[in-house]
């Protein structure tokens, strides 16, 4: 079994990001993150929950350090609403 906290990402990676936010939020909001911190993304599409309470966005996208990972992540937290990202 693989220890993820001690393995270490090999930089640029490539994954699909989901952002879940408040039903009434865009994927606008991601998008102007990505263009302000340089952050190449494509939106893989969007889904509603099943009550309607929550939007969870997906993208792909490519960071080409560990500078870029922390400043992405510390821009979403700052977005009121954004629940959580994964």
Known sequence: MSDFTSEKLR???????KVIMDSGENEDVILNIFLRLKIS????GSRLSSKGKYVSFTFNITLENREKMDALYSELKKEP?????V
């Open 11 to 17: 930089f640029p990676v490539n994954f699909d990001l």
């Open 41 to 44: 993304g494509v939106s893989k």
């Open 81 to 85: 609403g954004v629940r959580f990202a």
